[in-house]
Nanobody, 123 residues
Framework: VQLQASGGGLVQPGGSLRLSCAAS????????IGWFRQAPGKEREGVAC????????YYAGSVKGQFTISRDNAKNTLYLQMNSLKPEDTALYYC?????????????????WGQGTQVTVSS
């Protein structure tokens, strides 16, 4: 199982980025998969999660309406569209696969992690 995150970068406040996470060794449609982020000096937090079970999604309150999680089953890839970015969105973003099909934001539910992609929001 491998997860390869990409798409991070430096963006001005109010800008947008789309993160991608290419999965291999499993089918993204068979598991809950999600995005986490970790800012310097802070705990890693669940940002968004998606599962094929009735197309359920989860968003952290801080990003609801701002971020959109999606997946392309044909490409076996997970995405995170991030709009109206703020300096407080600056963090290392990780994609991860849960060991369950149920949508979850709990770190202990995730057993495989990508390497992270840095998002910096600054003018």
């Amino acid at each position: 199982v491998q997860l390869q995150a990409s798409g991070g970068g430096l963006v001005q406040p109010g800008g947008s980025l789309r993160l991608s996470c290419a999965a291999s060794g499993f089918t993204v449609d068979d598991y809950a998969i999600g995005w986490f982020r970790q800012a310097p000096g802070k705990e890693r937090e669940g940002v968004a999660c998606i599962t094929s079970s009735e197309g359920n999604t989860y968003y952290a309150g801080s990003v609801k309406g701002q971020f959109t999680i999606s997946r392309d089953n044909a490409k076996n890839t997970l995405y995170l569209q991030m709009n109206s970015l703020k300096p407080e969105d600056t963090a290392l973003y990780y994609c991860a696969r849960a060991h369950t099909i149920v949508v979850t934001s709990m770190r202990y539910e995730y057993d495989y992690w990508g390497q992270g992609t840095q998002v910096t929001v600054s003018s």
